[in-house]
């Protein structure tokens, strides 16, 4: 006979590995649609692939698409100065880690700013009746959530979910510009451990001296989850990456950008 202590113990297991699974599933399309494709045009991608992304990011985090790459290429246009959204040379690494998401609303939220940087993301009929609704999302995803595992567990995956994403995706803004290595010359890190936890985001140095790359690994001992996924869709035609060589940016660009 199963105890409450053994039913209690399996059923918070089974929450955390479920909030670890969104999360996953998440950075996925946080790291190969918004950020490879949409904010770089690393990729592109087929209809039936825009659709399911932008479903998955409207269910697991809310996120506009216009909004986030407007503010990512913002950082890159000023990367580690005044102008940059969120960079620790300028507030120190731990205000980022702590406030990254308040820092991204700030800049998400200005008109302009989208205007400026994400003119080519102009909303359609969906975004204004579905997808802009972020709490919305939101609400149906737990409630996938709860249908599936019930309410209990549901409740504890979406708390995981929440800070496991939010923490993760503030470490490679705030840890990826101050911790790790620096194969290239330019102001982020390389960690391993964080592409792990964010499905090759943390190889930020790399991608900062090749942002059109899709595949943010650059050497044979790295790995790049996000781009495990990007293969097989291009095999599927799903998705085409635009560079197969690496391109590096100039010398002169990223010590613009260190600086």
């Not at 993301?121 to 997808?131: E, G, I, M, S, W």
């Not at 995803?141 to 923490?167: D, E, K, Q, R, T």
């Amino acid at each position: 006979m199963i105890t409450f202590e053994v039913a209690w113990y399996f059923s918070v297991v089974i929450a955390i590995a479920v909030g670890g699974a969104v999360t996953t599933v998440a950075n996925l399309a946080t790291t190969v649609y918004l950020h490879r494709g949409l904010s770089h045009k690393a990729l592109t991608f087929s209809r039936p692939a825009h659709g399911a992304f932008r479903l998955v990011l409207w269910l697991t985090t809310g996120i506009r698409p216009r909004q986030w790459v407007a503010v990512h290429r913002k950082h890159h246009a000023h990367t580690d100065t005044l102008e940059d959204p969120h960079s620790p040379a300028i507030h120190g690494w731990w205000n980022v880690q702590l406030k990254n998401y308040a820092m991204y609303r700030k800049v998400a939220r200005d008109d302009s700013n989208t205007d400026r940087f994400a003119r080519d993301l102009q909303p359609d009929r969906l975004d204004r009746y579905l997808f802009d609704r972020a709490l919305l999302g939101l609400g149906v995803g737990i409630a996938i959530l709860v249908v599936l595992f019930g309410p209990l567990i549901a409740a504890v995956a979406a708390l995981v979910h929440l800070v496991y994403y939010l923490a993760a995706n503030s470490a490679v803004n705030a840890i990826g510009h101050h911790f790790g290595k620096r194969p290239y010359d330019n102001s982020a890190t390389n960690l391993q451990w964080l592409a792990l936890l964010t499905a090759g985001e943390g190889f930020h140095n790399n991608h900062h001296a090749a942002p059109t790359s899709a595949k943010l690994a650059h050497r044979w001992h790295e790995i790049d989850l996000g781009w495990f996924l990007i293969k097989p869709m291009t095999w599927f035609r799903l998705a085409r990456v635009r560079l197969d060589e690496l391109r590096l940016v100039s010398a002169a660009r990223a010590s613009h950008h260190a600086n």
